[in-house]
């Protein structure tokens, strides 16, 4: 990966820009350059992709995540998302099968998500970098201050979205959507992960979150763009 970390220029930067001038952001900054530095492989190449993609004027739907896929290849700085001629993880595999399920579209031919940010699907991870084959190996490290405010920023913008928690780790965000007052849906259920999509409380097959989503975002006049597949 490159350093410093390129910032999008988007209607995000004033919220990157405030975290990266921080005591925390600068931490976290000098962290990555040591690892990279080191030798370390971190994943992904762009971690503010999801922001470059999706500005906020244009999120419609926040999708959380924990953060990226630690193997070689996976990981593309969108969360749950995978580049063409990867696999499917299990659970993005499961988030395909409830789309199927829930709006009769079939499986795509690739896991990649880029449609889905260009069309104003915020696929945002708490941690935003990984090291080759250590799970949340930079969890703690100071992502989750800038992954919060993103959050509360697209919270505090009243242009209704939706936003589709899935596990404990995504719910417990709640607060700083509802904190804000704002016209959004909150919608809730297991994680897709194969340990968890079937189980109770909530579980994700058969939740049912897509077709709510789509009918709730057109009654207030945010729809799909034409041009995507969501």
């Known amino acids: 990966m490159k350093l410093p970390l390129a910032i999008p220029d988007t209607d995000w930067r004033p919220v990157v820009d405030a975290w990266a001038a921080s005591p925390v952001g600068q931490k976290l900054q000098a962290y990555l350059a ?3 530095a080191a030798g370390a492989t971190i994943y992904p190449p762009e971690p503010l992709r999801a ?8 999120t419609r739907v926040v ?6 896929y630690h193997g070689p290849g996976q990981a593309e700085g ?8 990867v696999p499917f993880p299990p659970s993005l595999r499961n988030i395909f099968k409830e789309i199927q399920r829930d709006l009769g579209k079939p499986f795509p031919p690739t896991g990649s998500l880029v449609r889905w ?3 104003g699907t915020l696929l945002l991870n708490a941690v935003l970098t990984v090291e080759d084959g250590q799970a949340a190996s930079h969890a703690g490290k100071g992502w989750e201050v800038l992954t919060d405010a993103l959050i509360q920023a697209a919270a505090q913008d009243p242009a209704p979205k939706v ?3 899935w596990g404990n780790y995504a719910q417990a965000k709640a607060p700083l959507i509802e904190a804000a007052g704002q016209d959004h849906l909150v919608l809730k259920a297991n994680h897709p992960s194969p340990l968890s999509a079937t189980k109770p409380p909530r579980p994700f097959i ?3 979150h897509f077709s709510t989503a789509k009918a709730w975002l057109e009654e207030r006049g945010r729809g799909a763009p034409r041009r995507t597949a969501d």
């Open 63 to 68: 999708i959380l995540g924990q953060d990226p």
């Open 51 to 58: 922001l470059r993609l999706t500005p906020l004027s244009q």
């Open 34 to 36: 040591e690892r990279v």
């Open 117 to 119: 940010a260009e069309g």
């Open 206 to 208: 058969g939740c049912g």
């Open 78 to 85: 969108l969360s749950f998302s995978v580049p063409e001629g």
């Open 163 to 165: 936003f589709m928690l």
